[in-house]
Every structure is written in C-alpha cells, then in structure tokens.
C-alpha cells in the first residue's frame, strides 16, 4: 500500500486494505504477480471487480500489446523485450496492468520484466505516487519502451559487424552469412510484434480522455509515446538495412559465380586448343603433310604452347584469370 507518496504497511486482507485506500483518497494498492495459477488470481479478481476476458487474458498470455477500458477498470498489455547477445537471441515476455480505483495489478510471463527496479525508482520519487496508479502505468510503460531502445542500440552493433562480414573482400562462408542475415531478420521481426502495436494504446493515453488515467498525466504519456515513436523508427531502419544487406550478399554471389564461370571458360578454351591440335595430328591417315617431315612433332608442340600461352595472356588482360 502507498499512501500520499510514501510506502506503507503491508495489508493483511485485500478487501478491507481496499475499502481504507478508497476512503481516505490518497492511497492504492499495488498487488504484482508473476505467472499466477487461476486459483491465485482468483481471489484477486474477485477482491478488485476485474473483467473476466481481461482475467482470461492475463491468465493465458500470448496477447499482442493492447489497452482496453473496462467498467470497473483499466487494462493494458505491454511486451518486454530481451536480448541475449551470445544466442543472437530476441525473447519477449508479457507484462499486464490492471488499472483501476485505488489499485494497481500487474501480472508478469516470462523471465523478463521485472518490476523491483521500477518500483524502487517510483519510491525514491513520492511526488510521483502521489498520482496514484497513473504513476505506476506510466513508471512501467516507461522502463519498458526505453529498455527497447536499449536493445535496438545493441542490434544496431551486430548489424554492424555482420555488415563488415558481408562487405568483407574475401567473406569465406557465403552460406553461413546468409543464414545469419535471415536469422536476424526473425529476431527483428520478433522485436517489431512488441513495439509496433503499442503505438495505439500509447497515442490514447497521451492524446485521450482514458478513463482511471488522471489527466494531468497526458505529458508524460506523451514522452513515452515519443520515445516508442524513437524505438519504432529504429526498428523499420534495422529491417531495411538487413534486407540492402541481403540483398547485397545475394549480388555479390552472383558476381563471384560469374568470376568462377569466367574462368573455368577461360581453362577449358586453354584446353580446348591443345586438344583439338592434337586430335588432328593423331588421326591414322597415311598421306599427312607433316608426317614426313622431322621437326614436324616439336613444331605441333611448340605451336600448340604458343596458343595455349597465347590464349593466357588475353584472358588474364580481361581480367578472367
């Protein structure tokens, strides 16, 4: 329980804990839970009037981020993004928020997320409790959006270091690096499911009247919404700077597979002439000119290098060797 700014005791019996914050109006309670069971959260929902398709929404999970306005409550979803940078890996929680009269329930999946940060910052500031449970939405919304830009600034330096690997003058493993890309493109893919659906929900906090949201709390809305905007824009320029990339891998191949065809055509036209000057010269024909003549043999010989070296030299001032 907070009351005017301040933490205070631990309630014993949530209903009753209820029934003093709404009477005196300058306190809430703030009830987190981490993946709770359906006989958990029961008594919660009970206790705080909750919706029962926003229950069955906390309960199961697996929603994209959303803000739906109930009777008796207010109840936002937000997706966590972490990123585990041995894997190359974009993992996403679910963070929801129950925003109503005097109280504040927020349901957490996954590893991510975790709220103790959030709310020793919130209590180091009791200008900002005061605002009840606006304060807690927004102190969260706010951790949550700003850690993705965090995380976009680290996908930022892998793309950078697979760029060098595709730009690279002799990359070795042209397979790998493909499936690289494509495997970044997932987990970019996975980062914009988080950040792109929130734009909504964040536009309506910071531009509407949303009910148990106090209405001086716009600006900071506002700040939040601002910085989602930031993290969105990142985001659509790492995707379009994996697909130049990829791209550039593919055109790239395409030019060292017509290098390799240059030159295995260059070989077998170096090959060809010897062969063909040799399979005229070992045909069993009794009246040949030059099977009478002595130096006929090291002539043919001598003949065919000269082709063959000759042959060289203009493939390789082409540039095909």
């Known amino acids: 329980m907070y009351r005017n700014g301040l933490r205070s005791r631990a309630p014993e019996d949530l209903s009753d804990a209820l029934d003093e914050a709404r009477a005196t109006g300058d306190a809430f309670l703030w009830v987190g839970m981490h993946e709770p069971t359906e006989k958990e959260f029961e008594h919660v929902s009970q206790e705080f009037g909750l919706h029962p398709l926003a229950v069955e929404d906390a309960l199961t999970a697996h929603q994209r981020p959303k803000l739906e ?17 041995d894997a190359d890996r974009v993992t996403t929680g679910e963070l929801m928020v129950f925003i109503g009269d005097s109280f504040v329930v927020t349901v957490r999946h996954g590893e991510g997320a975790a709220l103790a940060a959030v709310r020793h910052r919130l209590e180091q500031d009791p200008e900002v409790l005061r605002h009840g449970p606006t304060a807690v939405l927004y102190a969260v919304s706010d951790a949550v959006v700003d850690h993705y830009i965090e995380v976009a600034a680290e996908l930022q330096g892998d793309l950078e270091e697979l760029e060098a690997e595709v730009f690279a003058p002799n990359s070795a493993d042209t397979k790998n690096t493909a499936a690289r890309i494509y495997a970044f493109k997932r987990q970019v893919l996975e980062f914009r499911r988080a950040t792109s659906p929130l734009l909504q929900p964040m536009d309506r906090l910071a531009f509407g009247n949303v009910p148990f949201v106090h209405e001086h709390s716009q600006p900071f809305f506002r700040d939040v919404a601002d910085h989602l905007t930031k993290a969105n824009e990142y985001i659509e320029g790492l995707d379009r700077l994996l697909s130049d990339a990829l791209a550039a891998h593919l055109a790239q191949m395409g030019v060292r597979q017509n290098d390799d065809m240059r030159k295995i055509s260059a070989w077998a036209a170096m090959a060809a002439v010897p062969t063909m000057v040799a399979g005229i010269y070992g045909m069993n024909f009794k009246h040949m000119p030059e099977l009478t003549h002595r130096w006929g043999y090291p002539a043919v010989v001598v003949v065919m290098a000269a082709l063959c070296l000759g042959l060289y030299r203009m493939f390789k001032r082409r540039g095909w060797l």
């Not at 979803?77 to 972490?82: A, E, H, I, N």
């Open 69 to 85: 306005v109930y009777d008796d409550s207010l109840f936002v979803v937000l997706k966590p993004v972490m990123y585990d940078d």
